[in-house]
């Protein structure tokens, strides 16, 4: 069984930061891609970041310069930094993981963390 569980979403004002967390637990025999996806009221869920088991990176071009996407293998935790935080960057955030299980290899998804930035 493999869970994951999501961490610090929240209000910000314009400009703001915030950290978000993901982190996986339970029979991983390991990790491969980790991303993050966001899906705003109305719209279709859209990739923000991902970065790879060597640590290559690559982000949606709305978040580029203002998002920073890492990973720390030994706790199995992916983090997104959000920094320069505008309206548009409201919506639910998902974690995604590619994790290999002595009997299954997939995609597990987060819970989701609500991110709302307003004044």
């Known amino acids: 069984q493999v869970q994951l569980v999501e961490s610090g979403g929240g209000l910000v004002q314009p400009g703001g930061s915030l950290r978000l967390s993901c982190a996986a637990s339970?029979?991983?025999?390991?990790?491969?891609?980790m991303g993050w996806y966001r899906q705003a009221p109305g719209k279709q869920r859209e990739l923000v970041a991902t970065?790879?088991?060597?640590?290559?990176?690559n982000y949606a071009d709305s978040v580029k310069g203002r998002f920073t996407i890492s990973r720390d293998n030994a706790k199995n935790t992916v983090y997104l930094q959000m920094n320069s935080l505008k309206p548009e960057d409201t919506a639910v955030y998902y974690c995604?993981?590619?994790?290999?299980?002595?009997?299954?290899?997939?995609?597990?998804w987060g819970q989701g963390t609500q991110v709302t930035v307003s004044s």
């Open positions: 995604n993981i590619n994790i290999v299980t002595s009997y299954y290899r997939g995609a597990y």
């Open positions: 339970g029979s991983i025999f390991s990790i491969n891609v």
């Open positions: 970065i790879t088991s060597d640590s290559s990176t």
